[in-house]
């Protein structure tokens, strides 16, 4: 009984090794060999590339690429290094070979496509707002490039989008910055005042966005917990500022969803403006009383 099992076990092992020496040749097989022309070595790189295999795609367009630089089949190998990249998800490296295909190609059928795609290997690499947005603000600059040089291109709508979409992303980052000095002021001036800044941020550079009108009530509200706890000698300039950005509010969101905050610290800031006129009309008259 012993010997059968170890038989059997012997069997299975073997089948396994030649199953493993049939695998390695098949994989031996679809490298690139030194005597390989270029069109079989560019066939062997697409061969992984279409089975998935986009590392070792990669690393078999690189090579087809250092020796048919200045061909066709380069020239294709260079579109599809960047996809290989793309799709294993080495989206920094993709938007490098995308930016090399439609620089050295720029007249190309592809060249559009890689300028795209250049920008959207950097929409990929957009963090979560709250992180540095640098891969953010550059898919931005590389989608409007996009639109400016390819106003009829198909894609210029979905560029837009992205811009969009990537923007709000931006003004999130602004407002959010805003609500934490705000959280975090209790009867620091200072931070009411780097939380109106903020809010005015949102609002000055992201009109367009989800933020922008409730950026602009929120900030009304900070200029007036700013004065509330400025030196007496700045509050009025401070509350008029609050008063100001009200102003600007009801002018561009007449009936915005953020009114009643808009509102009721307009109300504040004003009572606060006429009480400060009338304590400084009191003072004035007391001081001529006492000269006379």
Known sequence: MQI???????LKLSVLFLAVIILASCGNRNQIRPGDTLEVAFDKAMAFYDRG???????????VITVGRGTEIGQEAQFFLAESYFNNRQFLLAAAEYQRYHVFFPRSARAADAQFAEAF?????SPRYNLDQSDTIRSIELFQLFISRNPNNQKASEAADYIDELREKLALKRFRAAEQYVRLAGREARNYRAAAIYFGITFDRFPETIYAEKALA?????HVYFAENSVSARQLERFQEAVEAYETYVQLFPRGESRDIAERYN??????????NRASSNTTQEDRSAVN
Do not use: P
């Open 4 to 10: 059968i099992i170890l038989k059997n076990s012997i």
């Open 121 to 125: 290997s950097y929409y990929r690499l």
């Open 218 to 222: 929120n900030k009304i509200m900070a």
């Open 53 to 63: 295999r986009f590392g070792d795609a990669a690393q078999a367009f690189e090579t």
């Open 267 to 276: 109300d504040r800031a004003v009572t606060a403006i006429a009480n400060l």
